[in-house]
């Protein structure tokens, strides 16, 4: 059984940071793909950021791009996402997910078979 378990939520200010992880367990070995999804209140859930996770490469969202970085250490199988220089609108429920690699980069909810429960991230202003 797959399972992602997310940490690292919470709140700060403007102009702060945050990482997030993502621990996984189970069928990992079938993980093409890892990435960061959000979804704040009465917005649709919206890709932030992927990784092949056998080659290494990324796709962000243009609106993250320049301060969040993906990264994952494959001997704990676990994915990371820093954010740097956070901003109000960056404050929704961050999710974790996975899936096959063939439409990793585009960044689709649905193209990921597997979810963590998400944690919040607030940014005051």
């Known amino acids: 059984q797959v399972q992602l378990v997310e940490s690292g939520g919470g709140s700060v200010q403007t102009g702060g940071s945050l990482r997030l992880s993502c621990a996984a367990s189970?069928?990992?070995?079938?993980?093409?793909?890892m990435g960061w999804f959000r979804q704040a209140p009465g917005k649709e859930r919206e890709g932030v950021a992927r990784?092949?996770?056998?080659?290494?490469?990324?796709a962000y969202a243009d609106s993250v791009k320049g301060r969040f970085t993906i990264s994952q250490d494959n001997a704990k199988n676990t994915l990371y996402l820093q954010m740097n220089s956070l901003k109000p609108e960056d404050t929704a429920v961050y999710y974790c997910?996975?899936?096959?690699?063939?439409?990793?980069?585009?960044?689709?909810?649905?193209?990921?078979?597997?979810w963590g429960q998400g944690t919040q991230v607030t940014v005051s202003s």
């Open positions: 997910a996975a899936g096959t690699a063939t439409y990793c980069l585009r960044g689709r909810p649905t193209d990921f078979n597997y």
């Open positions: 189970g069928y990992t070995y079938s993980f093409g793909c």
């Open positions: 990784i092949v996770t056998r080659s290494g490469t990324t």
